[in-house]
Each structure stands twice: as C-alpha cells, then as structure tokens.
C-alpha cells in the first residue's frame, strides 16, 4: 500500500529525515511513533503530496509526485488538528462528499454509526462542534469514501480522554481490508490500533517491529495501579511487596501503585485475586515515549534496529 | 468549460462570500456611496447643465479609485489566509482536487461576489443616472472598468495570500501594494516628474504599469476626449496615442495585472506541492 525507498525531505537546509525506505502492506495497522518534530507530519504530507520530498514514494501503486489525485482518492486524512470550516456539517460533508465522488448515504451511515446521526447534527455550525465530534466526522468522511489507507496525524493529541478513547475504539473496528497508519508520540494510541510500529527518529527509522519487540528491546516496565476496597489495602500492599517480579510498590491516595514488566501485569492482578482481595479497578501508565526511545535507541541493537536508521 | 471540481469551489467560495458581513457592508457603501454622488451631482445639471453629469461621473470614479482596490484585497486575502489559518485549505488539498483547481475556484468565487457587489452598489447610482438622461454607454463603460479594478485587485490580495505565511503578512503586504500604486504611486510620480523633470515619457509609461492611473486614465478618456481634466498627464497620452489606444492601453494594461499577479499566485499556490 506504501512504498518508501531513498525518501528525504529539507527545509531551509534543514533535512527533516533522509533516505527514509518502509514498505507498508495493505490491511496493515501501523503506528508512526516519533517525538515531536521527529518528521511525523512532514511524512504523512508528503504522502498526500501536500510537500514535495525527493525519493520514491508510492501509495497503492502510484507515485505520489506524478499521480496526486489519483493517490489522493485512495487515502482518507484525519489531522492533529481538525479544520474549521464555515458553515453547517451537513454542508461541509456534502462539500467533501462531492469533491471525492462519495455517497452522501454511505457517509451519513458512517456518522450514525458514530453517533453523530446527520438529521441531529446537520445543520448545527461547524465551529460549535467539538474537537472529538469533528474527528470522527472526518474519520466518517475517510471510511464513508471507501479508502484503501486511513492516514492519521495525531488525532486524539487535542482530545480529552473520553474523546480520545472513543476515537481510538472507532479506529480499531474499522475493516480490516483498510490499512491504517496512525502518526502519534502516546503509546497509549498505539496499543489500541497498530500492530507494527515504526519509529522516526533523529532523520530516519530507527525502529520497525511489533510493540512485543519494541518493549521488549527497551526492557521498560510500566506502572500498573490497582483500587482495591480500603480496608484491605494495607493487605493488598504486604503482597504486593512481597512479589518478586515487582520494582516498587507506591500509594497515591486510593490505589496502590507498582512497577511491573509490561507482560506481568495480569499476574499481579490474579495474586491479588487468589487472595480474595477484590480488585475495584486497574489501569496502566506507560512510560513516555521519550523515556521508552531513550532504552530503544540507546544502544542500537540489532535486536531494536529494523529499519534504515 | 470548467471542471466540475473547479465549480465546486467557486460556489463554495461564492455562497461563502454572499453570506459574509464584507458583501453587505461592501453593498451598502457602494449603494450609498455611489446614490450621494450620482444624485448630488445630477442636481447640479438642472442649474449648469451637462457640468452637472460630469460631477457625478467625476463622483463615481473616485469612488471607485478610493474604495474599489481595498475594498478587493480584503476577500482576496482572506479566501486564501484565512482557510490556511483555520487548516481548512490543507483539508482540502488532501482530498482528490489539484492546487489549480483549488486555486481557480477560489479565484473566480470570491472575483464572482465582488462583483455581485459592485452590480448592486454601482447598478443602482447606473440606473438612477439613466433615468436622469446620463448615456447607457458611459454607464456600461464605468461599470466595466470598475470591474476590471476589482479584479486587478482581486489578483494582487490573492498573490499577496499565496506568497506569504501568515494571514496578518498577507494583509500587511496587501496593503503595502495599494498604498505603493494608490498614494505613492500617484503622488510619487508627479513628485519625481516635478523635482528631477523625468522624461514625458516616462510619465506616459508609468500611466499604464500603475493599474489605478490606467483605470482612471482609461475611464475618463471615454467621456473626455482630450483628457483635460487630467492635466498635462492626460493631455501628453491622448497626443501620442489618442482616445483608442489610450482606451486600449488602458484596458490592456488592467487585464495584464488581473493575469500577472493572479497567474504569479496559481503558480506559488501549486509550488511547493508534491503533485498537481
């Protein structure tokens, strides 16, 4: 679905990334990770053909910088920040409806089933929606057009976490024949979509493989905390103490909090079970990208080096 | 014929424009304006005559000169910056459309509500002239050549919109351009012509690269055959190139700022793109 080979681009003297070279299959979902200003975007724009890079770049068989239209009408976009245009919803999906040849019906299908029926929300202003609602409007505009690549720039970065998690379910239960790729620098994004990460960093991909690989190449834990009722909390924590495979054991307020390997995490939820101490709820909190690229790209292994680098 | 895509972003751009607070401002000044000086100045033909006609004409070029060019820049600039601000132009551009297509439709769109405007202001002062006895063919002849000045600005807001970033740049250079050709341009010649003594020449050249001399040398040439209201500028280009070429040169010189800056703009618009 992509092809990158040799792909460079420079601002001003400034080369954003260089000789960039991935090959991206069709059906395939995969997660762009960078820091911010790695190339994330610039990339995602030149796939559009929005910039100019030099290299070849081809989507779906056609090269981006001889046949823009044609690549362009297989790629449905979704931008960090969603565009506000004037005038009603049901005049801007009619506009873009008819820019890209798409039914109107099929499009209004994709919103209902987004919860953003087109009879309640039509004629409501463009600019009194919001940011969560516009995203997935645009997403319904992509899926609506029946893509064959869904690019994704960072959509859920001006999201509150609600936003962002019903955003991130309606990615992950589009069909499998579309390939996705989604631009991000949160991990948490990148669990609920992609299956193959590549990672741009300092000019090129320092990373390609599945996020198994990537964690496992970074030996980074993660920091699972746990509400269990307060009066075996003091119990919950003996325990938790008390398991080898944890590095710390922390409280704050309500939940305990314990650094633990990414693949433990069930485990440490079961002890507490076997226990009969009732876990009332649980959620993890990764690293930041920055502190999971500093192990990755630290030594660049073999092991973590699958890309041009 | 135009492509169907490219007609999608005029009638975008147009129903955009219609509902804006710019079209019914700009409406009204015109209709206004432009009644004020048509009917003050026919009052005046009824005490000295056909004087009177010319005061009104007189009336509405000015008010053409003064209001027209910035009037223009304005929706030229903001079809551009301002969707480029908001990220809708990008938006756009990702979807199956060319630059060119973008670019044109935006370009006859908002070119479109102008003189929608124009009609409405300038078609009002028209018609009351022609009910008091003023020619159809200067009426039609004054509406076409404030056309073409809003269009020549048109053009230039929409290159200025293409070349810079930002829309505060875009409007800043906008101005700076009808300031260079309204104030400096004007002044600024005669100026020179007084205080260095420049060839006549070159004073009858700058008269047809400064699109606002052109329109208003151009214009007045129609009813004044020997330019004398225009002073020794206009008496020096109607004896070298006489009443149709100075019409000519007028009309040509408008039409090659309408495509120079509005063509300059469609190629920066597509520059920087990877394809179309």
């Known amino acids: 679905m992509i ?38 975007t610039t990339l995602i724009r030149c796939m559009l053909g929005l910039v100019r890079c030099d290299g070849e770049l081809r989507v779906a068989g056609h090269p981006v910088h001889l046949d823009g239209r044609a690549v362009r009408s297989r790629i449905g976009y979704v931008p960090q920040r969603p565009p506000q245009f004037d005038g009603t919803l049901a005049e801007m999906v009619g506009f873009i409806a008819q820019l890209r040849g798409a039914d109107l019906e099929h499009i209004a299908d994709r919103l209902q089933a987004l919860d953003l029926p087109l009879e309640e ?15 997935k409007v645009l997403l319904a505009l992509a899926l609506g057009s029946d893509v064959e690549l869904l690019l994704l720039d960072e959509p859920t970065a001006n999201l509150d976490p609600r936003a962002r998690r019903e955003f991130l379910r309606a990615i992950s239960q589009v069909e499998n024949n579309t390939t996705v790729l989604l631009a991000s620098h949160r991990l948490g994004d990148v669990d609920a979509v992609a299956n193959r990460l590549l990672v741009l960093n300092e000019g090129g991909i320092a990373f390609d493989g599945t996020p198994d690989e990537l964690w496992a190449g970074a030996r980074a834990d993660v920091t699972l905390w746990i509400k269990v009722p307060p009066e075996r909390r003091a119990d919950a924590r003996e325990r938790l103490r ?14 305990i909090g314990v650094t633990v390997e990414r693949h433990a995490r069930a485990d440490v939820i079961a ?4 226990a009969e101490i009732a876990v009332q709820d649980f959620w993890t909190e990764t690293p930041s990208l920055e502190d999971l690229l500093e192990h990755v790209l630290t030594p660049r292994t073999a092991s973590v080096s699958g890309g041009n680098g | 014929m135009m492509p169907r895509r490219t ?3 005029v009638r975008r751009e147009l129903v955009s424009s219609l509902r804006a607070r710019w079209f019914v401002a700009y409406s009204i000044i015109f209709v206004v304006a432009g009644l004020l000086l048509t009917t003050v100045g026919l009052a005046d033909s009824v005490v000295y005559g056909y004087r009177g006609f010319v005061k009104a004409f007189a009336g509405l070029v000015h008010l053409a000169l003064l209001f027209v060019p910035l009037l223009a820049l304005f929706p030229a600039v903001q079809a551009i910056a301002d969707e480029r601000d908001s990220g809708a132009l990008e938006y756009m551009l990702s979807q199956p459309v060319t630059s060119g297509e973008v670019y044109t439709g935006k370009w006859c769109g908002v070119s479109a509500a102008l003189l929608l405007s124009l009609a409405i202001g300038f078609g009002v002062a028209g018609a009351t002239a022609l009910l008091n006895g003023v020619p159809l063919r200067l009426i039609v002849t004054l509406f076409t050549f404030v056309l073409l000045l809003a269009l020549v600005f048109v053009a230039v807001g929409l290159c200025c919109s293409t070349l810079v970033g930002s829309k505060a740049r875009a409007m800043t250079a906008a101005i700076v351009s009808w ?12 100026v020179a012509f007084v205080r260095w003594g420049l060839p006549e020449a070159v004073l009858v050249l700058w008269t047809f690269v400064n699109p606002i001399e052109a329109f208003r040398i151009g214009v007045v040439s129609t009813m004044d055959a020997d330019l004398s209201v225009l002073g020794p500028v206009g008496a020096s280009v109607i004896q070298r190139l006489g009443q149709g070429g100075t019409i000519a040169a007028a009309l040509l010189s408008l039409v090659a700022w309408i495509a120079g800056p509005g063509v300059l703009g469609w190629k920066l618009f597509g520059a920087e793109r990877a394809s179309g």
């Open chain 2, 7 to 9: 007609m999608l972003f």
């Open chain 1, 271 to 274: 002890s507490l079970r076997a």
């Open chain 2, 179 to 190: 300031l260079v050709l309204v104030a400096l341009g004007t002044l600024g010649i005669m």
């Open chain 1, 242 to 255: 008390a398991g080898c495979q944890l590095a710390s054991v922390q409280a704050n307020g309500a939940a």
């Open chain 1, 3 to 40: 092809h990158a080979a040799g792909v460079t681009k420079r601002f001003d003297g400034h080369t954003v990334f260089r000789d960039v070279a991935f090959t991206v299959g069709p059906g395939e979902r995969v997660a762009l990770l960078g820091l911010n200003g790695a190339g994330k």
């Open chain 1, 121 to 135: 929300f039509g004629e409501k202003r463009i600019r009194v929606l919001s940011g969560g609602m516009l995203q």
